[in-house]
Structures are given as C-alpha cells and as structure tokens.
C-alpha cells in the first residue's frame, strides 16, 4: 500500500513540474517577442544609415569656373555635405551645403578658385558629416577619379561683364604661378611675402571676396572686398606657420608664406 501511494506522489510531481516548464517557455517565448517588437520599434532610426554617392557624373569636362554635380544622398538625421574638385592632391574649390533627414537626389555646383588647365588626373570627392564639423568627422564618402579637362577654350570676362575666348598664349603670369585668367586692369599682387602679420593685396578694385586657404584647401579666413577699394589689408597673426593661398573671387590665387 505504501508503494503504490510513493508512485502515486511521483506522477503527480511530474505533472506539476511539466506544467511549471511549459508556463516558463510561453513566458520566454512572449517576451523574446516582445523585445524583437521594442527593438524594432525603438531603434528603427538606427536602420538609417549616412550614405552619400556620385549619379551619372561625367568624366570629360571643359575649362569652366564651376561644375555641377548629381549626388544620391541618404541621412539619418540634418546632415552637411562637402563637395570638392582636386587636380592629384591639388585643392582647386568646393562647396558645402546641408540637407535634412530622408532621402535625397542632390545637385551641388562647386565654384572653382582658378580656371583648371588642359589635362587628366582630375577628381570629384563628397562626404557626408555632422553639421558644424569638417572633413575628419565624415560618416561616408564617394570619388571620382580619372577625369580629364580636352578642351583649349577658356572663357573670362570683360569689365561690362560679357564673354570673351582667349587662347592659351594669352594667359598672364601672377608671381610664380600661371594663372589661368584674364585680369583686366593691373595683376592682382600680395606683400609682404614672407609675412608674418600682415599682408596686403594689391589691385583688388571689382572683386567681392577674398579668401585665406590652407595647404589642404580648407578656408581659415574670409573677408568681404569694398566698392572701388583697390587695395586690401588681411591679419593673419592667429595663422600657424606655413605655406597658404590667397584666392580673390576666381580671378586669382597667390601662394605666400606665413613666418
């Protein structure tokens, strides 16, 4: 009698624990589920990933003072994007402007600081970035490479702002450096060079803008230009040492020495 009420007992404690097990895998079960359900809900702008891509760019251009550009852009949040043309590792302009959070089909045109001359090698860089921040904080970047400038007619303006061709023999030479450009009235011409304060530049009447640009073409001073001011006066006391450019408007660029 005592063994049958033992094996009695026995059956129903493995009901009891079948019972505690199921109970345990629907309880595990609901709320795997329901993690999935608030990770999915949760973290569903995660799934945006910053992306930005060149569409359908050409790679023969012609001698201009400005390219425009088609960019697929993706953005998880407000975004910045950097466009910029490059000769090798020669910096020759870029432009910088911000888009919102979504999906974007974008054309940028990139202003050049100097006209550039015949030949290959010629790049299209973009990244995209944090709004107020700069190259080093890129969360995605495109190129494109091998693109060549064939064609030998380069375009400037007359003073009353009209077109005019000129051919490669009449290109004026503006200290060391070829500049591709027709300046009307006298060269434009920095002093002192070195320098280590100051720097003055000369014959600037009609420009609207002068920049301070650094080796890697990143902008570290601006400043507006006057009516009828002919000659300008920078600071450039809180410059580092080193080599920069001086751009005026697109009609020239000067390399000079900050000691």
Aim: aromatic share 8%.
């Amino acid at each position: 009698m005592n063994f049958l009420k033992s094996i009695l007992f026995l059956c129903v404690l493995l009901v009891v624990a079948e019972q505690s097990i199921a109970q345990t895998t629907v309880y595990s079960s609901a709320n795997k589920h329901a993690k999935r359900s608030f990770d999915s809900n949760t973290n569903k702008q995660d799934l945006i990933i910053d992306k930005v891509t060149f569409k359908n760019v050409s790679n023969t251009l012609n001698i201009k003072t400005d390219y425009t550009v088609n960019l697929e852009c993706i953005a998880s949040r407000d975004r910045e994007i950097a466009v910029s043309f490059w000769k090798n590792n020669i910096w020759l302009g870029s432009k910088i402007e911000r888009i919102s959070k979504g999906f974007h089909d974008k054309k940028i045109t990139i202003k050049l600081y100097t006209e550039p001359a015949l030949g290959n090698d010629y790049m299209y860089k973009a990244h995209i970035r944090p709004i107020g921040t700069d190259w080093q904080k890129a969360l995605d970047t495109d190129q494109v490479k091998n693109i060549s400038i064939e064609t030998n007619e380069i375009r400037s303006l007359n003073d009353d702002m009209s077109d005019i061709n000129v051919s490669q023999e009449d290109l004026k030479i503006n200290t060391k450096h070829k500049i591709p450009y027709i300046i009307t009235e006298t060269t434009i011409k920095l002093s002192p060079n070195p320098a280590r304060d100051i720097i003055n530049i000369h014959n600037v009447k009609g420009a609207s803008y002068i920049y301070v640009l650094d080796q890697q073409g990143r902008e570290v001073l601006r400043t507006t230009v006057e009516n009828n001011l002919k000659n300008k006066t920078l600071d450039i006391s809180t410059l580092q040492d080193g080599f920069y450019f001086v751009a005026v408007d697109n009609r020239a660029i000067i390399k000079f020495l900050k000691t």
